[in-house]
């Protein structure tokens, strides 16, 4: 019984992960209790980062003070007429800050792209 026509053949689509990849992303954009649940722990793993560094920050910046606290004679020496202390406080507070502040950045930046990888489905 052939008649000329090619046999039948079953379509499929191409991936199965791709229906979950749109899900995944539309429970995100839609705010269902799943994206909700993936936003969430996406603010709580950069409030956990915020609070480390932050942490960080203020334990190094509070080190200089103890230091000149417990060791007084760094308070007569003096550069440029300038105090030692002062220029500690003054100079070297500031990249500490802006080091901890770009780590935070990069750091940050890295866990939303692992974040849109989830939801993207890449592994």
Do not use: H
């Not at 995944?24 to 603010?43: F, I, N, P, S, Y």
């Not at 940050?108 to 489905?121: I, L, P, W, Y």
């Amino acid at each position: 019984m052939t008649s000329g026509r090619p046999q039948r053949q079953r379509v499929i689509l191409a991936k199965r992960r791709g229906a979950r990849v749109i899900r995944t992303r539309v429970e995100v954009q839609e705010q269902t209790q799943v994206g909700d649940a993936l936003v969430r722990g996406l603010m709580r793993a950069q409030l956990g980062l915020a609070l480390r560094l932050g942490a960080v920050a203020v334990c190094a910046v509070a080190v200089i003070p103890l230091l000149l606290a417990l060791f007084p004679q760094i308070d007569d020496v003096q550069l440029a007429g300038i105090r030692l202390n002062w220029l500690v406080l003054a100079v070297l507070v500031y990249p500490v800050l802006y080091g901890v502040g770009r780590l935070y950045v990069r750091l940050a930046e890295q866990g939303e792209r692992d974040f849109v990888r989830v939801v993207d489905g890449d592994r």
